[in-house]
């Protein structure tokens, strides 16, 4: 079944999002449909050659929302939008999953506007794996949401854990809960009523967590609210960029430390590439009827071509039909009390 | 004026705290009162060699507060601890400041307790000078609170930027408010209703930064609330950390890389040490009636050292009179209105 690209967004559209396509479909044999303009799309693919062409189809979308959009606005008012129609095709059951690069708003809106919620989900989240130091911690909600509540963040722990384990393949994953210090008795209002709930359900809860917790790996799935996750998420970003930087600064000194760093440069490259997101390609919306991953704007082919595979792989691994059930389960044993 | 010191917190204490006054003594000529018992006090002291004897005295506390006791309970009840003896002495002029490593809540609590808060503000705030790419960013509320208000962040707003000005030295500091998006309509409802206070305020406000604009350094002082600044603190840490340690793993893979790495190390060191907390050596309490330094609970004497110094800065450039006199001010402001 065949990966809905919204091949009109991110800042290399759409020629990174054609290659990416192109590269899923070669290295894992994975069929997508470009959507967006097609002399546009045709042009891109006509110069590429020795690919599975039968892997690869064009959809017809004449419209592109923007940047500067406001997502709602352009969502509703831009119907033939690629983002909306490659979510369409996932509604009419013409794809498995979709994939957008495009702004995140925009992405999240077409998202919950054409799939819907999943019934039972207040608030969906948006995941980000971040990097540890021995593997991923999934990160959510890392900016989905404004404000929640603390039944939105105990259904981020249960369809986190879902993602963590079926997608990422984190075997039986702990939840944490990002707070201020490790005791119950720490956080905010909205931690200390979210920590009850966990510590009331039957999840692998670990209990709070703190900010420095994340870096160093102690759980594979850490919940928080959106505000505090994309400010994390975003932190994260600039400080990894800063720090590289720094370093490149620092080892450019003098011709004998330009010497030591030309050494250790493949060493540091792995490293680096450990902290760019387009190792892992994206990051699902979690809560919206059907498999969503949002990419980066700056994706390059890799960063397509790896959310491409994220994606089936969701599809693979049923990972929206396992979130349905853990939530009609977890709202039954609520009735239940 | 002498800086009265709590000898008796921290991980190192009371080594690591004699010797930071003794430091501070003999390079800054600072004189120290040395809080906590006096027998531990003198043996260390006995252990040094050629520095300023009258610089350094000696007060005698027979309690010590532990980092396992409840803050509230340890402060009210042990009025003979270090941390408690310590403030008391600023609140009888007898010192001008204080630094104390011990827990951070009982730092805190101790200093509000015994200090007070200034008149007009509601809540005291953690300050902290964060690492960035072209010099530090003053972030508060790093985590004395867990719950704040609009009218908290634009106080926070005011005493970071006395407290960046005067003690740190950043001339005519811009203020920026943490948000999930650039746009004042973006954000939680505390951050909407706090960018509608600093816009119609005289401050230096250059609206909503994103996490990301934390290590590029783009304002001298950055806004938020107790619980975000403390997730961003500890997590700036955990990252710095473990992406020191991966570092340190990538470069030791063979003789070749361990070579390069040897004639880079220097650098990055420097570069690490940027990142090192007791550069910094202590984080103000601001709000409170009196000097306040928060040192790291790993303090070691250069970190007690710095702290000392960043204290008997605070006294001289009258940090204490500058705020109360901005929050007279503003209140003024607020009454005319």
Same mark, same amino acid.
């Given at each position: 079944m065949q990966i809905a690209v919204d091949a009109m967004g991110g800042d290399l559209a759409p020629k990174a999002a054609v290659l990416g396509a192109v590269l899923a479909a070669k290295e894992a044999q994975i069929p997508s449909v470009l959507v967006g303009k097609s002399e546009e799309l045709n042009q891109e693919l006509s110069q590429l050659e020795d690919f599975p062409r039968e892997l690869i189809t064009i959809q017809e979308a004449r419209e592109v929302v923007e940047i500067t959009d406001q997502p709602a606005v352009a969502v509703r008012k831009k119907r033939d939008s690629s983002i909306v129609v490659a979510n369409s095709l996932v509604k009419k059951g013409e794809a498995a999953a979709v994939v957008s690069a495009g702004s995140t708003g925009a992405a999240m809106t077409a998202s919950l506007f054409v799939l819907g919620r999943i019934r039972g989900i207040a608030r969906p989240a948006i995941a980000i794996p971040l990097p540890t130091l021995n593997g991923v911690t999934v990160l959510l909600d890392a900016g989905a949401n404004a404000e929640?509540?603390?039944? =939105?963040?105990?259904? %981020?722990?249960?369809?986190?854990?879902?993602?963590a384990e079926a997608v990422l393949g984190l075997?039986?994953? $702990? !939840?944490?809960?990002?707070?201020?210090?490790?005791e119950e008795t720490k956080g905010n209002k909205l931690v200390l009523e979210t920590h009850r709930l966990f510590k009331e359900s039957n999840l692998e809860f670990i209990g709070n967590i703190e900010g420095n917790d994340l870096p160093m790996g102690r759980c594979e799935v850490a919940v928080c609210d959106g505000f505090t996750g994309n400010v994390i998420l975003k932190f994260a970003e600039g400080m990894a960029a800063a720090l590289f930087r720094m370093m490149k600064e620092a080892v450019t000194e003098s011709a004998w430390t330009k010497m030591g760093a030309l050494i250790i440069k493949p060493s540091l490259q792995r490293l680096k590439d450990r902290f760019d997101y387009s190792e892992y390609g994206g990051a699902?919306?979690?809560?919206?009827?059907?498999?969503?991953?949002?990419?980066?704007?700056?994706? =390059?082919?890799?960063? %397509?071509?790896?959310?491409?595979?994220?994606?089936?792989?969701?599809?693979?691994?049923?990972?929206?039909? $396992? !979130?349905?059930?853990?939530?009609?389960?977890?709202?039954?044993?609520?009735?239940?009390?």
């Open positions: 929640n509540d603390p039944r =939105d963040l105990l259904q %981020f722990g249960i369809m986190g854990s879902i993602y075997a039986s994953p $702990k !939840i944490g809960l990002l707070s201020i210090g490790e699902p919306l979690l809560g919206v009827n059907g498999v969503s991953l949002i990419s980066h704007g700056r994706s =390059d082919a890799k960063a %397509f071509k790896n959310a491409i595979i994220a994606a089936a792989n969701g599809v693979k691994q049923d990972m929206i039909g $396992k !979130i349905r059930t853990a939530i009609e389960e977890r709202n039954q044993e609520e009735d239940d009390v």
